[in-house]
């Protein structure tokens, strides 16, 4: 493993791109941009210590779309992904360590691209969904933040998957899934090479060591979809799925995690203000945060 040394202090990054939802209802656009704000209003930055990265604006959110469309908003998430790769490389390469507050899952793709582009690095997965549809399991594509892993490990079509003839972002064997609760999810992880742990509490740092400690990987990015809590613990999220971790749970996941050789830094997303009018929620995800990344 070869391992870019960092200070290891985070440096705070926003990604408040909604570019990869459905609209929650007709005339209405997905809150999760509003994300980076509400977590920076409750008192992100300071609990953690981070440096202001700033922000990378994302494309304009267009909610039409028709079956048939391709991905929708899917040139613009593209656009979005090349930008947000060369500012995580900039960060990088100033020896800092990357949060990035999106945002829609779709985001990952410039996380993915910046690390292609710097070697092969592997990918923690910490959701509550598989995020693997395409093609080859569904009918029809429609949304990024539901396609994000399918299309980080190469499948889809190339304007998302391709990008500068870097496909596949991330390798299946390189990648391994905590915290998917649907048993019709874990289907689509059949004949790949996708290693998963339902519930990450029992076993789920020794199966993330084996997959992402290895000779053959630079390093490892760590997502994180704030469903991957309980929604007793956080339910301002789109797809809330009960049987979820609990906070402490979360962050001795995350500790975990990045007390493994080769972490090379973390996103959140999905989190949405709009369902979080007292910001009792935010609150919530900033104190997991910072118990996670102030040391």
Known sequence: MSIV?????????????????????????????????????????ERIGAS????????RYVATWEPGDGV????????????????????????????VLGGDCSILLGPALALRRAGRYGLAYLDAHSD?????????????AGEDLALATGRGDGYLTD??????????????????RDEEDLRDFSHTGIAYVTDPRIGGL????????????DGFWIH????????????????????GLDAAGLVSLLRGLLDLPGAAGLQITIFDPDLDEDGSQA?????????????
Do not use: M
């Open 5 to 45: 040394t960092t200070d290891r202090r985070p440096a705070l990054l926003d990604a408040p791109s909604n570019l990869g939802l459905r609209p929650p209802a007709e005339g209405v656009v997905p809150g999760c941009y509003k994300a980076p704000w509400a977590l920076r209003d409750a008192g992100l930055l």
């Open 52 to 59: 202001d990265a700033g922000a990378v604006v994302p494309p």
């Open 72 to 99: 929708r908003n899917g040139q613009a998430i593209a656009r979005y992904a090349r930008r947000l790769a060369e500012r995580l490389a900039e960060i990088r390469d100033a020896g800092r360590f990357p949060v």
């Open 132 to 144: 693997f549809r395409h093609l080859g399991n569904s009918p029809h594509v429609g949304s990024a």
């Open 163 to 180: 990008i500068d003839g870097l496909r596949p972002y991330v390798r299946d064997e390189d990648v391994i899934v905590l915290g998917v």
């Open 206 to 217: 020794e199966a993330a060591r084996k997959v992402l400690v290895r000779d053959d990987l």
């Open 224 to 243: 994180v979809d704030a469903d991957v809590l309980d929604p007793s613990v956080l339910a301002a999220v789109d797809s809330p799925t009960p049987d």
């Open 283 to 295: 609150a919530v995800l900033v104190d997991i945060l910072a118990e996670t990344l102030a040391a």
